[in-house]
């Protein structure tokens, strides 16, 4: 499964919203909240405590 396959699936662990992948695939974003998830080595770390805020 690719990465956006992997995006289509997944939902911010927050607010139950869809994500969508940034910074070239590098990231997953929650418009609604404003967090962006890292993936790293090809796994996104879905938590909350670890997502960076960015401005809207």
């Known amino acids: ?5 992997l995006a289509e ?8 919203g869809p994500v969508k992948l940034v910074n070239e695939d590098k990231g997953l974003l ?3 909240c ?3 998830y890292e993936i790293k080595d090809g796994i996104p770390v879905m938590l909350v405590s670890e997502a960076q805020k960015v401005a809207q």
């Open 34 to 36: 404003g967090l962006l």
């Open 1 to 5: 499964m690719d990465m956006k396959e």
């Open 30 to 32: 929650c418009e609604k």
């Open 9 to 16: 699936i997944l939902a911010c662990p927050q607010c139950k």
